[in-house]
């Protein structure tokens, strides 16, 4: 079978560009695996992705004309259905052949080419046919639909299509946006196919500005982006102007000078990306005067609204300068560039009249306000849960022992959300917080109270820091948990892929704060100490939402790298403290390393399982008796009980797990032989409630740390 490279191009009108990269990999990745499913392409093909602003393609290697043919094998009937008791045809089987398309002139003959074979406990009939392998043309046809619609787009539009001339009028098509072109070239043979209306050809269309040809004429497959780039000025790989636009954004940078660095934003440059086609980066400027507003408030117009690279200088603070990244490349930037600093202008100013005019305001002067901003009607406005924030902030800072940190906290939580009432953040939400810190210090407020009003939403996201001082700390641990805590007392859950208050978020952030500051905090008693800041507005909702943290965790540790073996046997006994977790992970870690591990791991199913069937009373009053140990077995565990487990208790309370797993390890072959020994389940009832108590006692000892039966296969 001989192959050649397949390129697929459909052109269509500006494409929404913060879903343009995930367009452009669905189209090729949809594309290739339906001419693979059909046969189509060999076992070493590639599949590259190209799309622009106003393309999606792809390229596929080694693509054959036409499928190899496939011998398909079809179950009919067993054999005493098909065949009577002379070995002829039956009408059910006849019939069933005829629907097949086979020859049933001849009976016969028709029954000799088909095959017996065992199907379960009786033989069955099976008819073997060749089919013809699909062509490129219908099975790129077929390709193509499919991965259009399985084309993961943000919002379908309908337009309308003139129909054949023959047949006067119009069609509706729905598509991301109006297509007006299809290439489809094997090799550098045009494939005829239809789409959207659109039949296929060889030409497309470059630069809408700078395209040196219109149209741009494909002479085969492998050609397309070198042409596109000479005769059409476009680069059409996403991946290369992106990385093009970054070595710009470098050598711009490094024309200024040393001082000067470029805020890469990410998805900043994935927007970009997908807004030019030859990208060009200009420098421009603003007046200094705008560098007195909050340099947070600058980044964030000059990116989200002018999609602009704001320039930093070496201790981050920003700078004057921009730059614009430009689809097209005049001989003279220069009205390029002053259209650019013309625009941003009135965005500045605007961040600067908000930022003075906000400054005439204390934050406390507009607590008042919080009253008249609804939160949620089952709990109320901003400033009943402004209360309720405060009352859990005192609480926890209470908790830990900190007279001067309860009354910060106190002041921090009823300022953190005032900023809300401000112009600055009304026009600009992503600055809650930030705004609050600024106004807070403009205010006279103490550093610390600044720091936690700017922190008390962190982490934000997943690798966000965590507010830097205990009183952020104390507050951003409080507003969490009163999330929390309403929206599970109002039976507002997350479901499936739906959390509009972004619980699971708000728990992992939780989850943090007290793992990674490892304070004395104890989880249950701490969602249950923020339930009396609600009074009657709420059910209590504890259990659930304890059960939600540990799921967020068990989660969150498996993406980190923890087996669910490990996870699972810590998080079994539901530590609460959190700032353990790591250290008790660690230690299974270690301990599932030493040769004692697996007998130990299964003793302890073992002895989970002997338990479980005992009587519950007699397990609750669990003791051990000298005089009652008869074997040598359960003597000799008994006295390396009484020698080791003293220590690895002392060890555990010292918050040593590993030392303490380590410890315990020299219990096995006691262990063992105990099990080989002794009969737990003694006809003589004393004897049998001491050796359960031993047991009971061991497995005590034995899972402080974590439910080592976990580890068991």
Same mark, same amino acid.
């Not at 007006?180 to 809408?208: C, D, E, F, I, N």
């Not at 009373?617 to 003293?646: F, G, R, W």
């Given at each position: ?96 052949? /005829? ?7 001849? %009976? ?63 069609? *509706? ?14 090799? *550098?043979?045009?494939? %005829? ?181 609804? $939160? ?74 600044? /720091?936690?009003?700017?922190?008390? $939403? ?41 959390? %509009? ?18 304070? %004395? ?108 140990? /008869? ?19 002392? /060890?555990?309370?010292?918050?040593? $797990? ?56």
């Amino acid at each position: 079978m001989t192959y050649q490279n397949l390129l697929v191009e459909l052109f269509v009108e500006e494409l929404p560009p913060k879903a343009l990269k995930k367009l452009g990999e669905a189209f090729a990745n949809g594309l290739a695996s339906q001419l693979r499913a059909q046969g189509l392409t060999s076992a070493d093909s590639v599949v590259t992705p190209f799309a622009s602003p106003r393309r999606l393609a792809a390229h596929i290697t080694h693509v054959a004309a036409k499928a190899a043919d496939k011998a398909v094998q079809q179950k009919l009937m067993p054999v005493s259905v098909g065949l009577d008791a002379n070995g002829l045809a039956t009408p059910a089987l006849l019939k069933k052949l /005829q629907v097949l398309g086979a020859d049933v002139s001849d %009976p016969v003959f028709a029954v000799a080419a088909l095959r017996k074979a065992p199907d379960g406990k009786a033989e069955a009939l099976f008819f073997e046919s060749l089919v013809n392998g699909a062509t490129l043309d219908v099975g790129l046809q077929q390709a193509l639909q499919v991965a259009l619609a399985q084309l993961p787009i943000p919002k379908v539009m309908s337009y309308q299509l003139e129909t054949d001339c023959e047949l006067p009028g119009w069609s *509706s098509v729905n598509f991301v946006r109006p297509a007006h072109g299809l290439v489809a070239l094997h090799g *550098s043979t045009v494939v %005829p196919v239809k789409v959207l209306g659109l039949t296929s050809g060889r030409s497309t269309q470059g630069h809408r500005f700078e395209a040196l040809k219109s149209p741009v004429v494909l002479a085969d497959a492998d050609c397309y982006a070198q042409t596109l780039l000479d005769d059409g000025a476009v680069i059409a790989s996403f991946s290369n102007r992106r990385f093009a636009i970054v070595q710009q954004l470098a050598q711009a940078a490094e024309r200024l000078g040393p001082g000067y660095e470029v805020l890469m934003d990410e998805a900043l440059l994935d927007e970009v990306t997908a807004l030019v086609e030859r990208p060009n980066v200009l420098t421009c400027a603003f007046e200094d005067q705008f560098l007195e507003v909050p340099q947070e408030c600058l980044i964030l117009t000059m990116k989200a609204n002018q999609k602009y690279f704001p320039m930093v200088d070496s201790h981050g603070k920003l700078t004057a300068k921009f730059l614009v990244v430009s689809n097209i490349s005049p001989a003279d930037a220069s009205a390029v560039v002053g259209g650019n600093e013309r625009v941003v202008r009135p965005r500045l100013s605007d961040a600067k009249f908000f930022f003075d005019q906000d400054r005439k305001k204390s934050l406390e002067s507009r607590v008042a306000g919080l009253d008249k901003v609804v $939160y949620h009607n089952k709990l109320g406005t901003q400033g009943e849960r402004t209360q309720r924030v405060r009352v859990i902030a005192k609480a926890i800072a209470s908790q830990l022992g900190n007279v001067a940190l309860v009354a910060q906290a106190d002041q921090a939580a009823q300022l953190a959300k005032t900023d809300l009432l401000t112009d600055m953040v009304g026009e600009f939400p992503e600055l809650q917080g930030i705004m609050g810190g600024y106004y807070a210090r403009h205010d006279g407020l103490s550093e610390d109270v600044a /720091q936690a009003i700017e922190d008390h $939403y962190k982490p934000r996201f997943a690798g966000d820091t965590l507010p830097r001082n205990a009183t952020g700390f104390v507050v951003a641990l409080a507003d969490k948990l009163e999330t929390l805590v309403g929206m599970f007392g109002i039976g507002n859950l997350p479901t499936g892929d739906k959390d %509009p208050f972004a619980l699971r978020r708000h728990a992992l952030g939780m989850i943090r704060m007290l793992i990674e500051k490892d304070l %004395p905090l104890e989880l249950h008693a701490t969602v249950m100490g923020a339930l009396p800041a609600f009074g009657d507005k709420i059910t209590d909702a504890s259990a659930a939402l304890v059960d939600f943290v540990y799921d967020r965790l068990a989660g969150s540790l498996r993406e980190q790298g923890f087996s669910t073996l490990e996870v699972d046997a810590v998080l079994a006994l539901r530590p609460q403290r959190l700032g353990d977790v790591p250290k008790r992970l660690a230690a299974v870690r270690a301990f599932a390393a030493l040769p004692e591990a697996p007998a130990l791991a299964a003793a302890n199913k073992r002895i989970s399982n002997i338990l479980k069937k005992a009587d519950g009373a007699a397990i609750a009053d669990a003791h051990v008796s000298e005089l009652l140990l /008869q074997e040598d077995a359960e003597i000799a565990l008994y006295a390396a009980m009484k020698n080791i487990t003293p220590r690895a208790r002392a /060890q555990f309370e010292a918050g040593d $797990y590993a030392a303490s797993l380590q410890t315990l390890a020299a219990l096995r072959s006691p262990v063992d032989a105990f099990f080989e020994g002794v009969m737990v389940n003694a006809d003589a009832m004393d004897l049998r409630l001491n050796r359960l108590g031993l047991l009971k006692t061991l497995f005590d000892a034995m899972n402080r740390v974590a439910d080592l039966s976990r580890l068991a296969a």
